[in-house]
């Protein structure tokens, strides 16, 4: 049987979030005892947005966070333009820049900590992004991460080493802990 993951995604509306995090919510907890067609969930959230601000997805409803590209502010909207103008002006050139990286890291830092929040939780991050093997990137992740970043160019090692991690925290984990594989 071909099973696939049930997909939910961050709302549009901000009235359905609380719906949507309760759905994904159930769906987890109730999945180890579930014979539906599924094979866990997937839920997408867009960094910065609803889902991303004071919300935790810790435990099983965060074990694998997926950050594609860069998140970056929108350097071309007046007020950001503003924002990364004024330093320039006022600390020199390249001030306006910093504070544009700054403000990327930041939010990726808080994205991945909305699934970290015990000694005894875990989850894998994929930086999907060419960018993140850049020594001036790197540099600005917390030390906890950069210290156990691993690069892989092909999917079949990647997978592997996934696969490997939460194996390996199975066994450290209490017996009531569940892993969905």
Not at 13 to 30: C, P, V
Request: proline fraction near 5%.
């Amino acid at each position: 049987m071909n099973k696939r993951k049930k997909v939910f995604r961050e709302p549009r509306n901000a009235s359905q979030l609380g719906q949507i995090r309760s759905s994904y919510a159930d769906f987890t907890e109730n999945f180890a005892v579930s014979s539906s067609s599924s094979n866990g969930a997937v839920l997408f959230c867009v960094v910065g947005g609803k889902m991303s601000e004071r919300i935790n997805f810790s435990d099983d409803l965060g074990r694998c966070i997926v950050m594609v590209g860069l998140p970056y502010p929108n350097i071309y909207s007046p007020e950001q333009k503003e924002k990364m103008t004024y330093p320039d002006a006022t600390l020199g050139p390249k001030a306006g820049q910093t504070y544009d990286e700054d403000l990327c890291m930041k939010a990726l830092n808080q994205s991945i900590g909305r699934a970290l929040h015990h000694m005894g939780d875990c989850a894998t991050i994929l930086l999907l992004d060419k960018r993140y093997g850049s020594a001036k990137i790197q540099e600005n992740l917390p030390e906890w991460i950069s210290d156990r970043l691993q690069h892989h160019a092909r999917f079949g090692p990647a997978f592997a080493a996934i696969r490997q991690f939460f194996v390996d925290k199975r066994m450290a984990l209490p017996e009531n802990t569940v892993l969905h594989s």
